[in-house]
Antibody
Framework: QITLKESGPTLVKPTQTLTLTCTFSGFSLSTTRVGVGWIRQPPGKALEWLALIYWDDDRRYSPSLRNRLTITKDTSKNQVLLTMTDMDPVDTATYYC???????????????WGQGTLVTVSS | QSVLTQPPSVSGAPGQRVTISCAGSSSNIGAHFDVQWYQQLPGKAPKLLIYGNSNRPSGVPDRFSASKSGTSASLAITGLQAEDEADYYCQSYDSSLSAYVVFGGGTKLTVL
């Protein structure tokens, strides 16, 4: 059974750096073609994909946020970290950790989602 | 501004059939990349509803179906039930420099 759980601060100040941790179980991020990603959703708004890291450490980022994001993995701990620099109130959102199953290149979807963690950016 | 375009809202009475459209472009849906659909119940995390254009994960009722044609896709829900009231999102892969994983803006389904 695959589970993912997000953890991190619930409140950050503008200009600070946010670091979120996704702790997962039920799969290994060393399995070929598996990935873990992050998606966020501002209150009352749509889903926005942020980043994705693959089993082979290939990393993909949202073009609009590329300069602010870093995704890393610790396979031994079953964790994926996301850092986002220079936080702004518009970054207030629920941040979801997601599992990408073993798919061929050229397609991606997310079959398991964490419960999400609400991060508020405010001074 | 989402890369994929969905109507903000649709509605239908119990038992009816509704469809939700998802319009893309030649760099995503039109480039033969698969379309997925997610259902987000109020206050919950999204759930994968359809993958690979028309495939249902185990446990998803066959009242939900989807198709793709050209640069657009659609989700159909038949025999509408009260518990179907939710937000629905389409998602695809984009090969342009401006995007990678792309979502639609979401559609709120109201069961009258």
């Amino acid at each position: 059974q695959i589970t993912l759980k997000e953890s991190g601060p619930t409140l950050v100040k503008p200009t600070q750096t946010l670091t979120l941790t996704c702790t997962f179980s039920g799969f290994s991020l060393s399995t070929t073609r598996v990935g873990v990603g992050w998606i966020r959703q501002p209150p009352g708004k749509a889903l926005e994909w942020l980043a994705l890291i693959y089993w082979d450490d290939d990393r993909r980022y949202s073009p609009s946020l590329r300069n602010r994001l870093t995704i890393t993995k610790d396979t031994s701990k079953n964790q994926v970290l996301l850092t986002m620099t220079d936080m702004d109130p518009v970054d207030t959102a629920t941040y979801y950790c997601v599992h990408r199953p073993r798919l061929m290149t050229g397609t991606t979807y997310f079959d398991y989602w964490g419960q999400g963690t609400l991060v508020t950016v405010s001074s | 501004q989402s890369v994929l375009t969905q109507p903000p809202s649709v509605s239908g009475a119990p038992g009816q059939r509704v469809t939700i459209s998802c319009a893309g472009s030649s760099s995503n849906i039109g480039a033969h990349f698969d379309v997925q659909w997610y259902q987000q119940l109020p206050g919950k995390a999204p759930k994968l509803l359809i993958y690979g254009n028309s495939n249902r994960p185990s446990g998803v009722p066959d009242r939900f179906s989807a198709s793709k044609s050209g640069t657009s896709a659609s989700l159909a829900i038949t025999g509408l039930q009260a518990e179907d009231e939710a937000d629905y999102y389409c998602q695809s892969y984009d090969s342009s420099l401006s995007a990678y994983v792309v979502f639609g803006g979401g559609t709120k389904l109201t069961v009258l």
